[in-house]
């Protein structure tokens, strides 16, 4: 029974650039990790789960990078972050 329910849901395989999995990495490990980052109030999230899935996400990022462990991880990270600028220009993620 427990199997049915489970293969009733879908599941997905997300595809990200280098420059997209290095900026959502430092990103979730800015909320994940530094005491001192803003982060989404509580409010934002509906359920524990939430939280728990951007953690998987980080730790499945953290297996298949290399960017962040290399000492010019910061000029990379810019240099990522400055290829995806033009892609959103609105100030919060609702436009």
């Not at 979730?28 to 728990?52: H, I, K, M, V, Y």
């Not at 810019?78 to 290829?83: K, S, V, Y």
Request: with cysteine; glycine share 6%.
């Amino acid at each position: 029974m427990k199997n049915e329910h489970h293969s009733a849901l879908d599941s997905a395989q997300i595809q990200l650039t280098p420059e997209e999995s290095i900026v959502l990495f430092e990103l979730l490990s800015r909320w994940c990790q530094d005491q001192n980052a803003s982060t989404p109030e509580a409010s934002c999230f509906e359920s524990t789960a939430e939280g728990a899935v951007l953690h998987r996400l980080l730790s499945d990022l953290e297996k298949q990078l290399g960017a962040p462990f290399k000492a010019d991880y910061g000029t990379l990270l810019n240099q990522a972050r400055d290829r995806l600028k033009g892609t959103w220009d609105y100030p919060t993620l609702r436009g």
